[in-house]
């Protein structure tokens, strides 16, 4: 029978929603469904990942997107999406052509640290290794602690044989403070972490093996520890390499005798049994020193995931088993290498593509279908019907709207709609389609129907959105109250520059690098000389070092749609915010971009005319405000409130995005993707698991 299982509407077009359609339009897929449609509001796919080409071609990012090598469900999704594609024959003159070309390797990770009132750089360079993300048949399942345990602390090992001090092998990972990471000196210090981490590794295997054995595991940690820190503690104070091992081994013995003091190495909940306590706080409780639980190591982690609420860097909260998780996958489960950087925008190398093959696939794309709200059917178990507003009408003789423009030759998402494909092209250059606050009346109001328009819905609208969109729901269901009420999500900001000077004149020895733990609001710097050539400069204009800069943002939460000066307001005040960063904290970054204290602005590409701080606003910034872009934070204690993807309560709802519970609740790309796809399996009546590769939570 054809598509026997009606209508699918997919509610929003982010990572989830589209490997939702992904999956669910897979060879054959007619036969089950008889139509797959993607409503999304304004013009373009993405949603927090999205990406626009702007002036110059130059790439406007969301914000600044790495992908870990540990992602092996995006990773999967994107080879199976360019194989399919085939731009080698079908676009040749496409400069991506193959995954390969989108993304690439980006070894070099650091953390600024710190100490006695002086910043100083910690840059790591992973080794890569022969390994590739997203292998067909990548095994997967749930995650067992105590392997996840044993194989993060033999690879510690490995790494901690590289501190100073220690006999580094060629090729793996060297800690240092200058950005050309030497080799490093013979010494003692990390000889004794080495000690230090192999006794947490004999402790844990110890407890792990034999259950009663957990006094004499903790007792032999703390000995060893002990040992440690009177040997490293005090010669620590005076050298980094020192300070650095220390703070390793304090953190990393504190997390082998938690779990062994906590039993959760043998707990059926794993490491969803340390959902509720912060991990910092944690760590501390086990005798982590708290130099070692603030120390930029840690803080990386809780930078990377934008943990302040409410963007106020004073209060922070992750959950220790998530943490735990993240950095073990992070830094002992990555393949090929452990950060991987884009060719050019997240935009053009992810949904551009992901559009291009599955409208080839026949699955339909509503652009300018912006949702307001989900209702119930009369007996409150379905979703009876969805109100969508329809922001822009087509232009007489266009059938559907094109979304893509070419860069070099590359299919893109353009930074505004292409408004000679709409009605009211002059409406169109003042509007803010992707905006909460836009307030433009309508060109139509539509419902979509279920048995009409749907049969299984995919709600793949973010979390701080459906507060605003599932009223009925949250009425009528004490879960979605949950949800909403705790599922936290937090403001960011970001901010791009074009320098004319290439990144070893200003100062900074290894363009590539991606840096955490700097001073908020803009903690964390990639920099990406790999996108220069995916833009458009005139010769006389062309940068050397393009740079991007992201942070949390303290923005008030709720809002109110009726204060329309809310979104510009934040603007702003981020705009305040880059030239208080540029003037006072760029310096340690790029020190040859200032001089005698102040920011070189002649240095910015694009300015046209313009000097001194005016010429800032020929840069990029932007303030993620919209209940949409708002960043999903995992906060301790939150992680039991979120729902399954196959968990709406509702008969044809099903739940995508990195606000459910997918198995890595933590806003991310790969968490968006496994959402996505175990929705589609629900729909398709697959186990959870089916074709989910990479050991998670589940
Ligand atoms: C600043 C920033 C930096 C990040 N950096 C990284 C990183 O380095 N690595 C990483 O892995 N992850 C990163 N993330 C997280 C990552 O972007 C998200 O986890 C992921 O994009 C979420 O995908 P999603 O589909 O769940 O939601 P979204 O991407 O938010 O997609 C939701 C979609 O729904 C649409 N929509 C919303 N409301 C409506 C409506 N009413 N009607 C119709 N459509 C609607 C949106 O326009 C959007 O297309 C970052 C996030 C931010 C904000």
Same mark, same amino acid.
């Given at each position: 029978m054809t598509g026997s299982r009606g209508r699918v509407a997919i509610l929003g077009g982010g990572m989830a929603g589209l490997a939702a359609a992904w999956r669910l339009?897979?060879?054959?897929?007619?036969k089950e469904f008889a139509s797959i449609t993607v409503y999304q509001r304004g013009w373009r796919?993405?949603?927090?990942? $999205? =990406?626009?080409?702007?002036? *110059?071609?130059?790439? #406007? +990012?969301h914000g600044l997107h790495i992908w870990l090598g540990y992602y092996e469900n995006a990773f999967r999704l994107l080879r199976e999406c360019y194989a399919e594609l085939d731009r080698d024959r079908t676009d040749p003159d496409a400069p991506i052509r193959t995954w390969r070309d989108a993304l690439i390797p980006a070894s070099t990770v650091g953390v600024e640290d710190c100490h006695a009132g002086r910043w100083r750089h910690w840059? =790591?360079? &992973?080794?890569?290794?022969?390994?590739?993300?997203? +292998? @067909? /048949?990548? @095994?997967?399942? @749930?995650?067992?602690?105590?392997?996840?345990? #044993?194989?993060?602390? !033999? !690879?510690?090992? /490995?790494f901690a044989a590289t501190l100073p001090g220690a006999q580094a092998p060629r090729g793996r990972v060297i800690l240092s403070t200058d950005p050309r990471p030497p080799a490093p000196p013979p010494g003692i210090g990390a000889g004794l972490g080495l000690t230090a981490l192999a006794a947490v590794l004999e402790a844990a295997t110890v407890a792990h093996n034999w259950i009663g054995a957990e006094a004499t595991a903790l007792d032999a940690i703390d000995r060893v520890v #002990? #040992?440690? !820190?009177?040997?490293? &503690?005090? $010669?620590?104070r005076h050298d980094d390499g020192l300070r650095w091992a220390w703070h390793l081994v304090s953190a990393v013995a504190a997390i082998g005798r938690g779990l062994i003091a906590d039993k959760v190495l043998t707990d059926p909940r794993g490491l969803h049994a340390l959902s509720d306590e912060d991990f910092r706080h944690w760590i501390m409780r086990h005798g982590a020193d708290p130099e070692a639980a603030h120390s930029p190591l840690i803080g990386g982690l809780y930078d990377l995931t934008f943990a302040q609420l409410d963007g106020d860097p004073g209060r922070e909260s992750f959950p220790a088993g998530l943490g735990i998780l993240l950095t073990s996958k992070t830094f002992f489960d990555y393949k090929g290498a452990i950060f991987w950087k884009m060719t050019a925008g997240m935009g053009d190398v992810v949904f551009a593509p992901l559009y291009q093959a599955l409208r080839q696939r026949g699955v339909e794309f509503e652009f300018f279908h912006r949702v307001d709200a989900l209702h119930l059917n009369d007996d409150r178990t379905a979703i009876e019907a969805v109100a969508v507003g329809v922001q822009a009408r087509l232009a007489d003789g266009v059938e559907r709207y094109e979304p893509l423009v070419r860069v070099h030759g590359l299919p893109c998402f353009p930074a505004a709609p292409l408004s000679r494909q709409l009605a009211d092209p002059q409406a169109a250059s003042? !509007?803010?389609?992707?905006?909460?606050?836009?307030d433009a009346p309508d060109e139509q109001r539509r419902t979509l129907r279920r048995g009409t328009d749907f049969d299984s819905l995919v709600l793949a609208i973010p979390v701080g959105m459906a507060s605003i969109i599932c009223g009925e729901l949250i009425a009528d269901r004490p879960e979605w109250r949950d949800l909403v009420a705790n599922v936290r999500t937090v403001a960011t900001q970001a901010f791009q520059l074009w320098l004319r000077d290439d990144e070893p004149t200003l100062g900074w020895p290894q363009p590539g690098v991606t840096i955490s733990a700097y001073v908020p609001p803009f903690d964390t710097w990639a920099s990406m000389p790999q996108v220069i050539d995916a833009e458009d400069w005139p010769a006389d204009d062309r940068p050397g070092t393009i740079a991007y800069f992201c942070g949390s943002l303290n923005a008030p939460w709720p809002v109110d749609r009726r204060d329309t000066a809310? @979104?510009?307001? +934040?603007? /702003?005040?981020?705009?305040? *915010?880059?030239?208080r960063y540029?003037?006072?904290?760029l310096a340690h970054l790029l020190p040859g971009a200032v001089r005698d204290g102040a920011f070189r602005w002649e240095l910015l590409c694009g300015r046209g005319e313009a000097s001194g701080p005016a010429a800032l606003d020929s840069q990029f910034w932007v303030a993620n405000v919209d209940p949409s872009d708002r960043y999903v934070q995992a906060v301790a204690g939150s992680d039991r409130f979120r729902l399954r993807p196959d968990g709406s309560g509702y008969d044809n709802l099903f739940l995508a995005g990195d606000w459910t519970d997918c198995g890595l609740n933590a806003g991310c790309i790969e968490a968006a993707t496994l959402s996505g796809l175990q929705a589609a399996n629900a729909i398709l009546g697959r186990s959870r698991r089916y074709r989910i590769g990479g050991y998670y939570l589940l």
């Open positions: 339009s897979e060879p054959g897929w007619r796919l993405g949603g927090k990942g $999205a =990406s626009g080409r702007g002036i *110059n071609g130059r790439i #406007e +990012e840059v =790591s360079t &992973f080794s890569p290794n022969d390994l590739l993300p997203g +292998e @067909p /048949d990548a @095994p997967g399942g @749930p995650m067992s602690v105590a392997s996840l345990v #044993e194989n993060a602390l !033999r !690879r510690l090992l /490995d #002990e #040992e440690v !820190r009177t040997a490293l &503690f005090r $010669a620590s003042q !509007r803010h389609y992707e905006s909460y606050w836009d809310y @979104p510009r307001r +934040e603007r /702003d005040r981020v705009r305040d *915010n880059v030239l540029m003037q006072r904290d």
